[in-house]
T-cell receptor
Framework: AAGVIQSPRHLIKEKRETATLKCYPI?????VYWYQQGPGQDPQFLIS???????DKGSIPDRFSAQQFSDYHSELNMSSLELGDSALYFC???????????FGPGTRLTVL | AQTVTQSQPEMSVQEAETVTLSCTYD???????LFWYKQPPSRQMILVIR??????QNATENRFSVNFQKAAKSFSLKISDSQLGDAAMYFC???????????FGKGTRLHILP
């Protein structure tokens, strides 16, 4: 079965640079979620989109923005990167909000 | 605010034995969902089992089952016939029926001893 696709899988950036993470949900899923998992931490919810509209917002820094496109894929844009942004970024998708969230493999971002 | 607590940072079990991972949560809501996710060394987050709060029957998925005690706000995971591939970090998680976000516990790292 098709799963959530995230690209790139690994990304290395310098401080103050920008990064764009992409997420392709499971076919027919209309809701995407972004989570950040720091080293040794549990995942923290950042933001979600349902039918291309922002649905819920968590602890997402103002330096980050995200959107969902007409084909339901989503992009997380991160600017003015800081060392503390180094983490594993998960995208998850579901068919509507009450449905189970299925996670992608994650993008490992390293900020040097 | 809702919280999820996993009091066992690490556990070990002999291969083929049974192990139970504990989880408690706190919420004032009546509509919610509970999950166990597994994160192996690959760091992939894999759904193990899901429980709707309105269902009294405990969820079961093959060797994995839960003991859902709603009044006690307890949601433990039992793994039967443990296998080497079960070695992973296990996260207990909560989602309100009104919110998108999943709230995770701190995790329990499970070691399987051959």
């Amino acid at each position: 079965a098709a799963g959530v696709i995230q690209s790139p899988r690994h990304l290395i950036k310098e401080k103050r640079e920008t990064a764009t993470l992409k997420c392709y949900p499971i076919p027919r899923h209309d809701t995407v979620y972004w989570y950040q998992q720091g080293p040794g931490q549990d995942p923290q919810f950042l933001i979600s989109f349902y039918e291309k509209m922002q649905s819920d917002k968590g602890s997402i820094p103002d330096r980050f923005s995200a959107q969902q496109f007409s084909d339901y894929h989503s992009e997380l844009n991160m600017s003015s990167l800081e060392l503390g942004d180094s983490a594993l970024y998960f995208c998850a998708s579901s068919l509507g909000v009450p449905d189970t969230q299925y996670f992608g493999p994650g993008t490992r971002l390293t900020v040097l | 605010a809702q919280t999820v607590t996993q009091s066992q940072p690490e556990m070990s079990v002999q291969e083929a034995e049974t192990v139970t991972l504990s989880c408690t949560y706190d919420t004032s809501e009546s509509d919610y969902y509970l999950f166990w996710y597994k994160q192996p060394p690959s760091r992939q987050m894999i759904l193990v089992i899901r429980q709707e709060a309105y269902k009294q029957q405990n969820a079961t998925e093959n060797r994995f089952s839960v003991n859902f005690q709603k009044a006690a706000k307890s949601f433990s995971l039992k793994i039967s016939d443990s296998q080497l591939g079960d070695a992973a970090m296990y996260f207990c998680a909560y989602r309100s029926g009104e919110d998108d976000k999943i709230i995770f516990g701190k995790g329990t790292r499970l070691h399987i001893l051959p």
